[in-house]
């Protein structure tokens, strides 16, 4: 059973970067695919950037790129949302979520299958 836990969130300054994290206790994340995905109060969750579990592939929401890149260290079997130029709408709770196999990514939330328990990233003066 995949169990993902996120780190990494806190308080920032418009401009600033935070960099999030995505661990596994359960097993290791080398065949999954990943997302991170978003949700600001009153607003639907939307998904922010994913990536294929061989690493090929990978998107993003056009509001976050170029300032969002989302990498995998295989050794620490962590995956990673770097997040730079950092603004105010980007203060939400962030997730990630993971499905296994190589199925094409999405910003689908219903293909993944596992999903951690939120960290809250805060962007403000």
């Known amino acids: 059973q995949l169990q993902l836990v996120e780190s990494g969130g806190g308080l920032v300054q418009p401009g600033g970067s935070l960099r999030l994290s995505c661990t596994s206790s359960?097993?290791?994340?080398?065949?999954?695919?990943i997302g991170w995905f978003r949700q600001a109060p009153g607003k639907e969750r939307e998904g922010v950037s994913c990536?294929?579990?061989?690493?090929?592939?990978?998107n993003y929401a056009d509001s976050v790129k170029d300032r969002f890149t989302i990498f995998r260290d295989k050794a620490k079997n962590t995956m990673y949302l770097q997040m730079n130029n950092l603004k105010p709408d980007d203060t939400a709770v962030y997730y990630c979520?993971?499905?296994?196999?190589?199925?094409?990514?999405?910003?689908?939330?219903?293909?993944?299958?596992?999903w951690g328990q939120g960290t809250q990233v805060t962007v403000s003066s």
């Open positions: 359960g097993a290791t994340l080398e065949y999954y695919a």
């Open positions: 979520a993971a499905f296994y196999g190589w199925a094409p990514i999405s910003f689908n939330a219903y293909d993944y299958h596992y």
């Open positions: 990536v294929s579990y061989n690493g090929q592939d990978t």
